[in-house]
């Protein structure tokens, strides 16, 4: 006796294993990597619509009789368990097999023909029909044979899945291009592997990859991991001169578990401000990044999913950066790469092929990327300290310096004593109102930053919460798919609709999560020109889900002329996110209307100055005078702050501009009236 194994052990290891297409796609191209092909094409034929082909073909080193049976069709070993380095010197990636059984899968015909290098002229092909699976009692009683014929092709294997159980659309081939395009380390241009998709857009993905704007990035960082486990780093500014270097001791008490690795990461500013120089705009790097930013890993030389992806930030930068927002980027600002070489396999890839088991190797791995991270923001926040400290002492000091040359000017120009001590009564009582000013202004600075430890911890722990709603989608997915499978046509009257609040539970929350890490954006902070409207669209579009939660409609009404104002996104963020967050809680007291709720959010060009006004159908501004809506403090919302208020009043001052509110306004609730003067005037 012995075990035998179900045709149904093929659906849980192969579709159900790894349910994406782009990655089971992606398994095959690392077997033409393993193969030492030079070249290799991802078709797509007809895959729009469920019943197309797709077709992977290489220049590799093929495939004999021994290889096909002994490697190819064997699931859950594969040989490169072996580990030998290729004859180009790859290291083989993968370690069981299991990825290509579930890109085969994907159709219900694979054709393969394959050219052994140790035979040349000759051609060996084999057909998977799974359909005759469905009928053999276990996978052992279906077997095949590989024939073999004259061709006159070089070396190299082709791999065509045809008639496919999903489609891909626009979406997934865009992906699909992007996970080629950074499978072999797209910014070495010493490699020697570079997978093509044969698609539509495919080119454009692949020119904005390829676009490299590293010469616009404000700081280069570049660390290396040795086989000893200790670290060196450096930091270059734009210029390629060095700003900051360390040794191990200045990174981590205790070496690294690890295998040998270097990390490089370059960081950009992308306020225009930092552009106006430079070839290249803010708008188009921003482009870039957003394709190919953040931190990828690579493994012998090919990227590992997810590490890098935009929902992944596995070195917790966004996390670091809300805890300290000062000289911290985001995942959104930087693009970089974690490089390990890992010749006696310590880093271990998950079964599903989508990142590493968390083992000693990986977690220090990890720590020596998060910790050199750390270093660089502790120089960085050290070198911002000392220029605020200097600023500080030579604002005392020509503060004293004025005083000395005041009372010299009032000594050498006034003769009468009488009017000396006049002036100098003037001056004290200059100088007493100037310490009203600075003490309102510390009073207002301890408010603001109780405000940021509150926003501050908001984020850290809206960026926690992200990690348990990855897991209820993945559990939805499972649930959705299971389902299906099980209930088949009872599936839609009773599981669909709890499936469906599932995912837009997950939804919301993971707008949630992203809220205040939106509004920590340090670049917003930097004066310069804004644009109010393009502001108001970002602000909708950031609180959509909290208006379809609460089944407000949000309406637009702005002026023809784009209102263009002189300070910072930050401020008329602050003043918009107020105002909408105060107009929310406004239908959440009782007797508010539940439906037809609204709000308006509407510009106007008055003179030198915008009109902003923002207005609800709620009950209004009620139980509290309209005088006492702006005091710190005070408010009516149960659970409240009393500080939005505060901060648009101040946050309208700071840019020279004016509000006021209404108690019931033309909708009949609250309305707030805000003026700022236009750039240039």
Known sequence: MHFKFSPNILNRL???????????????????????ATKCTVELINTSNIGGSIIISDNGTGMDTDAISEGWLVLGRSKKAARQPTLLGRLPVGDKGLGRLAALRQGSQVYLKTRPKNEPGFEYSLIINWDVFEGADVVEDVSFDAQKNSTEKSQGTDITIHNLKVKLG???????????????????????????????????????????????????????????????ARLLDWKGDELFSAKHENISKAVYKSVPAEFEMWVFLLNPQNFSAKKVSSAEVRSWLTEVGGVHLYHRGLRVKPYGDRTDDWLNINLARARNPEVRPSTSTVIGRVIAIDPDDFLVQKTDRLGFIENEAFLELRRFAVDVLEWM???????????????????????????IRLEQVI???IPQEENRAKVRQVVKQYETAKEREIKALRDDLQLYRSLATAGTTAAVFAHESSKPVTQIEKIAKRIESKGK??????????????????????????????????????????????????????????????????????????????????????????ILTNLLTNTINAFNVEGACNQGRQIIISTEILGNYVGLKVSDNGLGIKDIELHEIWLPGLTTTP??????????????????????????????GAEFLVELPLSGN
């Open 14 to 36: 192969g579709e159900e294993l790894i349910p994406n297409p782009d990655q089971g796609i992606i398994e095959l191209v690392k077997n033409a990597y393993d193969a030492d």
């Open 170 to 232: 626009r979406l997934e081939i865009k992906r699909l291009a992007r996970e080629l395009l950074l499978l072999a380390d797209p910014f070495d241009n010493s490699v020697a592997f570079r997978p093509r998709l044969i698609a539509p857009g495919f080119s454009d993905i692949e020119k904005k990859v390829n676009e490299a704007y590293f010469e616009a990035a404000q700081y280069h960082l570049k660390a290396s991991l040795n086989a000893e486990g200790t670290v060196e």
């Open 377 to 403: 923001a502790k120089e960085r926040l050290k070198e911002t300290e000392k220029k605020r400290e200097d600023i500080k002492q030579e604002s005392s000091q020509d503060v004293e310096d004025v005083k």
């Open 411 to 413: 000594e050498e120009e």
């Open 485 to 574: 499978e099980l209930l088949q046509d009872k599936y839609p009257t009773s599981l669909q609709r709890p499936v469906e609040m599932l995912y837009q539970i997950s939804s919301s929350w993971k707008q949630f999560s992203n809220f205040p890490l939106h509004l920590l954006k340090r670049e917003k902070r930097r004066s310069g020109v804004v644009d109010i409207h393009s502001v108001i669209d970002a602000n909708v579009e950031l609180f959509q889900p909290f208006f379809d939660d609460a089944k407000i409609e949000i309406k637009k009404h702005k002026a023809e002329q784009i209102p263009h104002i002189r300070g910072s996104i930050a401020l008329v963020e602050a």
């Open 639 to 668: 659970g409240g702050t009393g500080f939005g208020l505060t901060i648009v009043k101040d946050s309208v001052r700071d840019m020279g501009g004016k509000v006021r509110a209404i108690g019931n306004g033309e909708l009949g």
